[in-house]
């Protein structure tokens, strides 16, 4: 699976690695709802190699049911796909150093 969470310092980490497209939309949707509602949620793409729209606006629909969702260091295959999608405000807006 592309996709795990694990919790680290108090946190949510959603990791997605691989090539995580379409074909993973229903089973991370699923895992996005066994998310616990007040913890802050990071997403790390480290690993990630590529990624479709239908996960980018997965994680923008994340962002909007969790208090915090950040992208610490994001790859950059996530930033390229973000960009392509037109998806920078929605999903990247906290980031200045980009």
């Known amino acids: 699976m592309p996709f795990s969470i694990a919790r680290m310092q108090g946190r949510q980490i959603l990791k997605l690695e691989g090539a995580v497209t379409i074909r993973h939309a229903q089973e991370l949707a699923a895992l996005g ?11 790390d793409t480290g690993d990630l190699e590529d990624i479709d729209t239908c996960i ?43």
């Open 33 to 43: 709802e066994s998310l616990e509602d007040a913890t802050p949620v990071g997403v």
């Open 56 to 98: 980018l606006q997965l994680l923008c629909s994340l962002r909007q049911t969790v208090p915090t969702l950040s992208f610490d260091e994001p790859s950059e295959v996530f930033i390229r796909a973000v960009e392509r999608c037109g998806l920078r405000r929605e999903l990247l807006d906290l980031r200045e150093s980009l």
